[in-house]
């Protein structure tokens, strides 16, 4: 066990750690579920590219840095001590990106990573549909092949960023015959096709994070298949086990979190009652927690380890967490946390009411956590599968 | 940077493991419960063979020389036997000594207890009793910011029963006087604080040792026990409490490591660490043994069963060396206090 950075580790802190704080917006951009900050948070990611810092973990020909994923972490940290705007392309750079360059032929390598490292092209998942949550396999959209074109029919719901993105990635169904995780293929999407039609939804901030997307006879080139045909479930776990994994949330998100909510108790800890003391400091325990596993894992898989179902374990621990601290924080500002930004008296507030309101989500999206339960249970502890 | 164990540390553990697997179990464990003294020499020799009473003495001594995070994985292993041996006074008492640089008391006491042939019982502050004392051919005992050694016929013991049978707690009476003074003022204040650290590290890791031993016990439970035609474990009830155990284990784990890590190192942070890992350790363990229970039903809430065993070692471990208000206090005092190092970034800082 060596808990210290190298000396290369720290330089590459230190470059981050300075283009950040040169480069960082000094005011907050409106939130990327709004047009006008969808753009903003472009601009940022194009400029975060033009400095390399956009796709740190990417090889250098895509535009990253050839990062590992200590590396990457150093990053993390200094991205979110630098209070930096929120990553707008998430589904595509730390999700799709990673897919594709494991499944992807060059071609396609070529053609969506440079644009989806610079944010030219967002993108949106088409996971779930009205009657595929939690199970996913029971998908029905359909990719049907008609000669060099699969022709996509069906609905997709709750589509990530699907009200402004620009390409859409997720599961079909390409064997009308086929049942559950079988005969699925993963396709890639183009939001301005014929026949596609997206309806922004308003969800509970008000803003439309998430979107339907309605597939009329979509006509979409076989070359925009993921993998094998056929072969989509496989192709979409290795996405889902980053997302669950790794790439989805890093420590430095919630540590940021707990630093503020020690900071917030802090300033009112006259006035709170004395369970919350208690509670802001499990939510810093937590989230110390939280990283310190994450470099066991890191230093697990850089010896040549695989991540695989205890991904299920972090998703739980940190979509817990980051509700937690909302609540706590919540609870420390006492009669004034209902107050909207724009009120008045809203000094000091922060933004914990909006964060806690997107908090909620976490053990909802990226598979409920009674999901991630049932898969620990059944795939790390060996319990036998439901009936 | 790699937070990892290597294949040394690894080994050591599991020669442990199959060591304790196959010398102590479960009936050996519940057989000292009768017993006069509750403490088996055969059994202490043995693990003293195997190095582990020595893991921290130096080799003049006939130590291993070795560091906590070598015996951060051994403690994990006697709380999945059970083992009510004195290795958490022992690895204070050790590392005490040592840093003490009395040479003669060094001398006369670490090979012994390298070899098997000596016990130390601590009092420290933070215990109101003192484990093992009937025991022991040393007590190092504190008084204020004093350290005294004192030998059997110098103490009086009233034993105090307690809740979990493998354990032997004591009041002691003594006088402490110049003669049996070995540490004052600032050295016996940092030695008492290096002291508590090594205690509570031990505590921590031998908690994850029984929260994983309760959790192994349920799940083998929830897959044999058959109701409504199938394994109990079959059901999203039963699964989602084991699973919570699971993820409050996993993320206790490597906050122990760590802590194990910084006392090894002499970390600014070893404090602070040690306490998160004794709160973290000491609430797994609490659900791991509320939910095993719960998980058996009626069969584990009988005295036959053997759960029981780690259900009280669990709650007796979580209450050694410093509960866990003392360790969440000891953690606030420290984050929450102006100018903090907290933060994205900070996980490392204390470094060595």
């Known amino acids: 066990m060596d808990l210290r950075y190298t000396p290369e580790q720290q330089a590459f802190r230190a470059q981050a750690r300075a283009w950040l704080e040169a480069n960082v917006p000094k005011q907050p951009l409106a939130s990327f579920d709004t047009r006008e900050g969808f753009e903003a948070h472009r601009a940022w990611e194009a400029k975060l590219m033009a400095g390399g810092w956009a796709v740190v973990s990417w090889p250098v020909e895509y535009g990253g840095r050839g990062a590992n994923l200590l590396e990457w972490l150093i990053f993390e940290e200094e991205y979110y001590r630098a209070g930096a705007p929120r990553r707008v392309n998430q589904n595509g750079i730390f999700l799709l990106g990673p897919t594709l360059m494991e499944f992807g032929t060059p071609e396609q390598k070529a053609r969506y990573l440079p644009k989806m490292a610079s944010s030219e092209e967002v993108w949106a998942q088409g996971w779930s549909e009205p009657n595929a949550g939690s199970d996913m396999a029971a998908i029905q959209a359909s990719a049907l092949r008609d000669g060099d074109c699969y022709v996509l029919r069906g609905q997709k719901t709750w589509a990530s960023r699907g009200a402004f993105a620009h390409w859409l990635f997720g599961l079909f169904r390409s064997d009308p015959a086929s049942e559950r995780h079988r005969g699925l293929t993963f396709v890639l999407v183009p939001l301005d096709a014929p026949g596609v039609t997206v309806r922004p939804i308003a969800q509970l901030d008000g803003e439309t994070g998430f979107a339907e997307v309605f597939l009329d006879d979509v006509r979409v080139p076989v070359a925009n298949r993921l993998g094998a045909e056929g072969q989509g479930w496989s192709v979409a776990m290795a996405t889902a086990g980053f997302e669950r994994g790794l790439m989805l949330r890093s420590p430095a998100r919630f540590q940021a979190t707990a630093k503020r909510l020690v900071d917030l108790y802090r300033a009112n800890a006259a006035s709170c009652e004395p369970v919350l003391r208690d509670q802001t400091v499990r939510c810093w325990m937590n989230a110390e927690a939280y990283a310190l596993d994450t470099y066991r894992t890191v230093s697990r898989l850089l010896a040549g380890g695989k991540i695989g179902a205890e991904a299920s374990l972090n998703k739980i621990f940190w979509s817990e967490l980051d509700l937690r601290m909302h609540e706590t924080a919540l609870r420390i500002l006492g009669e004034r946390a209902e107050l909207l930004p724009e009120a008045p008296a809203a000094h000091g507030v922060g933004d914990w009411l909006d964060g806690h309101l997107f908090a909620l989500s976490g053990p909802i999206y990226a598979g409920t956590n009674e999901i991630q339960r049932n898969v620990i249970a059944e795939r790390i502890l060996g319990l036998p599968k439901g009936a | ?352």
């Not at chain 2, 130590?63 to 022992?90: C, I, K, N, S």
């Not at chain 2, 650290?197 to 908690?207: E, P, S, V, W």
């Not at chain 2, 906050?255 to 070893?270: D, E, G, I, K």
């Open chain 2, 1 to 352: 940077m790699r937070f990892g164990f290597d294949e040394d540390r690894l080994l050591l553990q599991n020669s442990l493991r199959n060591f304790l697997a196959s010398e102590c179990p479960t009936e050996r464990v519940r057989a000292l419960w009768d017993t006069t003294t509750g403490r088996s020499p055969e059994l202490w020799k043995s693990l003293a063979e195997l190095g582990v009473t020595g893991l921290l003495a130096p080799e003049a001594h006939e130590g291993m020389g070795m560091d906590e995070t070598f015996l951060v994985l051994l403690q994990e292993e006697a709380g999945r036997a059970a083992l009510v041996e004195p290795l958490v006074a022992t690895s204070v008492a050790v590392p005490l000594l040592v840093e003490l640089g009395a040479r003669a008391l060094c001398e006369r006491w670490l090979k012994p207890i390298a070899v098997g042939e000596a016990i130390v019982a601590v009092g420290h502050p933070v215990n109101a009793f003192v484990s093992d004392a009937h025991v022991a051919s040393l007590l190092l005992l504190a008084h204020e910011d004093e350290i005294h050694a004192l030998a059997p016929a110098e103490v009086a013991l009233v034993r105090q029963p307690v809740n979990d049978p493998g354990r032997r707690v004591f009041s002691v009476r003594w006088t402490p006087t110049v003669a049996t003074r070995i540490a004052h003022g600032p050295q016996a204040r940092e030695l008492l604080a290096a002291a508590l650290d090594r205690g509570a590290l031990a505590c921590a890791a031998q908690l994850l040792g029984v929260s994983e031993r309760l959790l192994d016990l349920a799940v083998a439970y929830a897959q044999q026990r058959v109701q409504f035609g199938q394994p109990i474990g079959a059901f999203q009830a039963v699964k989602h409490h084991l699973a919570n155990v699971k993820v409050a284990l996993e993320y206790a784990r490597p906050v122990v490591y760590r802590a194990a890590h910084s006392v090894a190192r002499r970390a600014a942070t070893r404090a602070i660490d040690v306490s998160h890992a004794k709160v973290a350790a000491g609430e797994a363990a609490a659900l791991a043994a509320k939910t095993a229970l719960q998980v058996h039903g009626a069969i584990g809430y009988t005295w036959e069963q053997d759960l029981h065993v780690w259900m009280r070692r669990a709650w007796s471990l979580e209450l050694a060396w410093g509960s866990g208000r003392f360790h969440r206090e000891r953690v606030a005092d420290c984050i929450l206090a102006p100018g903090a190092r907290i933060g994205p970034g900070t996980t490392f800082e204390g470094g060595e």
